[in-house]
Each structure stands twice: as structure tokens, then as C-alpha cells.
């Protein structure tokens, strides 16, 4: 069984920071931690951060240049730094995992809540 677990979201004020971790678990051996995502309350859930099994990094224009997406070396705990945060960045966050070699396999925490707010 796979379990992605993340934590770190609070309220914080506009043009402050907040950094996320996510940590999955579980007996694949082949599983990592591909991502970040946020759905805003009526709004679609949305790609925040991607990085690759090889460690390459993509990123939104609406996050580009202030949120970072970190991983350890066992890709199975993953960061996501968030600087110069504004209310649009409200929003509960997951983290996303997968299988190597098998993208079909998608797997999700339960989500940590971001609030962005003087």
C-alpha cells in the first residue's frame, strides 16, 4: 500500500513564505515523487511543480521564479518552497507519485491547506 503524506501549509502573509515537505511510503520499490499540485476552492487542481525522475524541474508561469521543488535522494520525499506567496496561492496542495517506467500507476496525498492572507 502507498501512502503520500504532506505537511508544512498554514496561513501566512502575503509576500511571506512557507515551505512544504511530502513523504511517501509504501512497499513499490519503484515509486517517486513526481510533483506538486493545488486546487483552489471551485477551481480545477493544478500543476505547481513537475520534476523528473532525473531531477529536471518545470514550473508554471504563475509559480516560475518563486516556488522550488527539491527531492532527496531516495525520491520519496519531496519540498516545495514557496517565496513571495499572494492570495492567489491559496489553495489545498497535494503531492503526486508514481512508478518508474509506469506512469499509468498515479498516487496522491490527502492535501495540506495553504492560506494566503494579512
Known amino acids: 500500500q502507498v501512502q503520500l503524506v504532506e505537511s508544512g501549509g498554514g496561513l501566512v502573509q502575503p509576500g511571506g513564505s512557507l515551505r512544504l515537505s511530502c513523504a511517501a511510503s509504501?512497499?513499490?520499490?519503484?515509486?517517486?515523487?513526481t510533483g506538486w499540485y493545488r486546487q483552489a476552492p471551485g477551481k480545477q487542481r493544478e500543476l505547481v511543480a513537475t520534476?523528473?525522475?532525473?531531477?529536471?524541474?518545470n514550473y508554471p508561469d504563475s509559480v516560475k521564479g518563486r516556488f522550488t521543488i527539491s527531492r532527496d535522494g531516495n525520491k520519496r520525499t519531496a519540498y516545495l518552497q514557496m517565496n513571495s506567496l499572494t492570495p492567489e496561492d491559496t489553495a489545498v496542495y497535494y503531492c503526486?507519485?508514481?512508478?518508474?517506467?509506469?506512469?499509468?500507476?498515479?498516487?496522491w496525498g490527502q492535501g495540506t491547506q495553504v492560506i494566503v492572507s494579512s
Open positions: 503526486k507519485g508514481t512508478r518508474v517506467g509506469n506512469s499509468n500507476y498515479i498516487y
Open positions: 509504501g512497499s513499490i520499490t519503484s515509486l517517486y515523487i
Open positions: 520534476i523528473t525522475y532525473a531531477g529536471s524541474t
